[in-house]
């Protein structure tokens, strides 16, 4: 089974940007997609984005569409999120999943494995 391990999260002020990285253990990402999702305290996960790992497919949730980019880079079996033009209340905790095969992307409860997460904060 594949593992993920999530790196890049931080301190921001609003406005600022970050890049969060989820690298695939094992010599190659055998999944189908992999999406990123974030939790603050007391809210329910929320999808954020997802790319297609075997196309150039990707999805936005809604409240990040225009600011935040996901992209990858097969050759290091890692994926990016561009997290642009941050706001206060998107301060959370933001996960990386993995998925072995065709699922709704938007749903959380269709992958297969996650990353351990990683922190942002947005505060001036």
């Known amino acids: 089974q594949e593992q993920l391990v999530q790196s890049g999260g931080g301190w921001v002020q609003p406005g600022g940007s970050l890049r969060l990285s989820c690298v695939a253990s094992?010599?190659?990402?055998?999944?189908?997609?992999m999406g990123w999702f974030r939790q603050a305290p007391g809210k329910e996960r929320e999808f954020v984005a997802a790319?297609?790992?075997?196309?150039?497919?990707?999805y936005y949730g809604d409240s990040v569409t225009g600011r935040f980019k996901i992209c990858k880079d097969n050759d290091k079996n890692t994926g990016y999120l561009q997290v642009n033009s941050l706001r206060p209340q998107e301060t959370a905790v933001y996960y990386c999943?993995?998925?072995?095969?065709?699922?709704?992307?938007?749903?959380?409860?269709?992958?297969?494995?996650w990353g351990q997460g990683t922190q942002v904060t947005v505060s001036s």
């Open positions: 790319v297609w790992w075997s196309a150039d497919l990707h």
């Open positions: 999943d993995g998925a072995e095969s065709e699922i709704n992307v938007r749903d959380g409860e269709r992958y297969d494995y």
């Open positions: 094992g010599d190659t990402f055998n999944g189908y997609a």
